[in-house]
């Protein structure tokens, strides 16, 4: 009947136009993933280039050296993009999945580069994996420095910051402690929600899409990230269960 030649036209109208959405959602993540790093990457080879430069001035290599690290910052603002457009427009953020055996070293060293980074801060560790738990370990990784990240943004200055990690029978278990200023409780309901940066500062840098990026990593392990802060104690809860 013509009722159902129009609702098949629509229906094939309707299905080309998810299809050309879906096309300028991997065009415009593709974008980011190269338009954008391939002149950060020139930029940075560059600098290298100057700091070889003889008889370079003391003050020329304190520029160099604060434009490597503005590179570095605009780079992980880029990563932070990725993540978002492709759990927001892509088909979620995508892991590579390892046995996890590798998980302890590679998270002493995530937090070794934090501390390198803000030598005045005081930063704990304590990481017992005596069990192997199946993740992405890049991810997991990038989850904590997050975490570790907001710690030092937000924890009392020159304050303790306690990192723990284990491992058991229930999977994979970590958390983030810090001393600061209680969050609300209408502030952590809303932590996780991408863009919303908490009790954001002038200086504060990125985009407010950390604590958000880390509870997708969370989410696509089958587990979750959640906060409590009581009494100016902030801590930050990771749980991964073992794989079935």
């Known amino acids: 009947s013509a009722r159902d030649v129009t609702q098949n036209v629509e229906n094939k109208t309707a299905l080309a136009t998810k299809e050309e959405e879906a096309r300028l959602r ?5 974008v980011l993933g190269h338009d954008l790093r ?12 100057l700091a070889k430069e003889d008889n370079l001035s003391e003050r020329g290599q304190s520029l160099i050296d604060a434009s490597h690290r503005t590179v570095d910052r605009m780079s992980g603002l880029i990563n932070d993009l990725m993540d978002f457009a492709r759990t927001r427009l892509g088909s ?3 892991l590579q999945i390892s046995d996890g055996s590798d998980l302890a070293a590679a998270l ?6 934090i501390r390198a980074a803000h030598p005045g801060l005081d930063i704990t560790t304590r990481i017992d994996l005596p069990r192997d738990v199946s993740c992405d370990i ?3 990784c990038q989850l904590c420095s997050n975490l570790v990240a907001n710690a030092v943004t937000h924890g009392e200055a020159g304050g303790l910051i306690e990192f723990e990690a284990e491992s ?8 983030v402690r810090n001393r600061g200023e209680t969050m609300t409780e209408q502030v952590m309901q809303h932590l996780f929600e991408p863009f919303v940066r908490e009790q954001a ?6 985009l407010g899409l950390g604590l958000f990026i880390s509870s997708e990593i969370a989410k696509a392990h089958e587990g979750k990230l959640h906060v409590t802060s009581e009494e100016g104690l902030t801590t930050f809860f990771l749980e991964v269960p073992r794989q079935r």
């Not at 002493?108 to 580069?113: F, I, L, M, R, S």
């Not at 500062?201 to 990125?206: I, K, L, M, N, T």
């Open 26 to 30: 991997e065009q415009f993540i593709a």
């Open 38 to 49: 391939n002149p950060l990457a020139a930029l940075q080879s560059g600098f290298r280039l």
């Open 92 to 94: 979620g953020l995508s």
């Open 108 to 113: 002493e060293a995530t937090v070794q580069e």
């Open 138 to 140: 890049g991810r997991i």
């Open 168 to 175: 058991g029978e229930f999977g994979l278990s970590i958390s």
């Open 201 to 206: 500062r002038p200086s504060q840098e990125g």
